[in-house]
Nanobody, 124 residues
Framework: QVQLVESGGGLVQPGGSLRLSCVCSGGTFRSYGMAWFRQAPGREREFGSLITWTGGTNYAASVKGRFTISRDNAKNTVYLQMNSLKPEDAAIYYC??????????????????WGQGTQVIVAS
């Protein structure tokens, strides 16, 4: 049974940084495509970034240039480094995994496994 556990969320001031982590257990992490989605109150879950099993990445326009996704296959972990945070980045951030890997997997339905989420609050 694949489990994803996110951590690293919290309160940060506008312009600040946070690093989210997601640890995968119970599966073959190195073969999964991994992604970060986010969901703000009253809004649909939206794609943020993904990384393929070979390290290829794709980003939503709203985060490109500010966020960086990376993975450490030895630690079964995917990271999201978030810089220059804005109030509109506030949301629950979810880690997701899919069997197989594609840079075009931008929809929640493209993913097989989900974490419980970690909350990010951006406020002064």
């Amino acid at each position: 049974q694949v489990q994803l556990v996110e951590s690293g969320g919290g309160l940060v001031q506008p312009g600040g940084s946070l690093r989210l982590s997601c640890v995968c257990s119970g599966g073959t992490f190195r073969s999964y495509g991994m992604a970060w989605f986010r969901q703000a109150p009253g809004r649909e879950r939206e794609f943020g970034s993904l990384i393929t099993w070979t390290g290829g990445t794709n980003y939503a326009a709203s985060v490109k240039g500010r966020f960086t996704i990376s993975r450490d296959n030895a630690k079964n972990t995917v990271y999201l480094q978030m810089n220059s945070l804005k109030p509109e980045d506030a949301a629950i951030y979810y880690c997701a995994a899919r069997r197989g890997s594609s840079r075009d997997a931008l929809r929640p339905d493209d993913y097989d496994y989900w974490g419980q989420g970690t909350q990010v609050i951006v406020a002064s």
